[in-house]
């Protein structure tokens, strides 16, 4: 019983003398769409097995600004409808799973978008591929700061899978890709043309970890000796 007692107590101390501790990577990424690029990420080390992961976090960034976008309607009749303007990005890994604990993707795709409604007149006498922005049959959009994230946590059960995994010693990559985005419903008889956005971001992998405290080792040490003193006297 008393060996019982010490062991409870020293478990208890290892509990609450642990520290919380994070391992923060980030990758930036800027260009004009549509870009790639390949981010290496170290994987995590748990010190010979003096430390504890407790979860993997993910973070897509993006940010779009700039660019413009011109539609002409060439048509007769009126157009009407929602317009998107910006940019999409996604990541993906040869080295890593990039799902969370319900087998989905971690992070779906990030949408740094401008959106806005059109309502533009019957051709008021312009010709196709003028690409006049002139209302009413015409309109220019100049782009807007946007900003999208996307993060989740990885399932534990994905930590070591892939073909390097998340644990060890090494690297992995992460791909990143960002593209231009339009969309004006296709709407029959306009016409566009657009000046692409620029983005810029990051990808972030954090690591949240726990580590004893050597008080805590110590004491572990000295609770161990007093049970080998004591069977030995015994």
């Given amino acids: 019983m008393r060996k019982l007692a010490i062991l409870a107590i020293l478990a208890l101390l290892a509990v609450t003398s642990a520290n919380a501790a994070q391992i923060t990577q980030t990758q930036t990424y800027s260009g004009i769409p549509n870009l790639t690029q390949n981010m290496t990420f170290n994987q995590f080390d748990d010190n010979g097995g003096a430390y504890t992961l407790n979860s993997i976090k993910v973070i897509l960034n ?3 600004s700039g660019g413009q976008l011109v539609l002409d309607n060439d048509s007769d009749a009126p157009a009407a409808g929602v317009f998107e303007f910006g940019a999409k990005g996604n990541i993906t890994s040869p080295d890593v799973t990039l799902l969370n604990a ?3 993707p971690i992070t779906t795709t990030a949408e740094a978008l401008n959106t806005g409604v059109f309502n533009l007149s019957g051709n008021v006498g312009d010709v196709p591929n003028d690409y006049d922005p002139t209302p009413p049959d015409g309109m220019l959009h100049t782009g807007v700061p946007a900003f999208d994230s996307q993060s989740d946590f990885v399932g534990s059960a994905f930590w070591a899978t892939g073909t390097k995994g998340y644990l060890g010693t090494g690297t992995y990559d992460i791909a990143l890709s960002v593209n231009q985005w339009l969309d004006y419903g296709s709407v029959g008889g306009i016409e566009f ?3 692409p956005v620029s983005a810029s971001g ?5 690591y949240d970890y726990t580590i004893p405290e050597p008080a805590t080792i110590a004491l572990l040490s000295v609770g161990t000796l007093g049970f080998i003193r004591r069977r030995k006297l015994a």
């Fill in 62 to 64: 993006l940010n779009t």
């Fill in 102 to 104: 319900a087998f989905q």
């Fill in 193 to 195: 043309s657009a000046t």
């Fill in 202 to 206: 990051d990808v972030t992998v954090i």
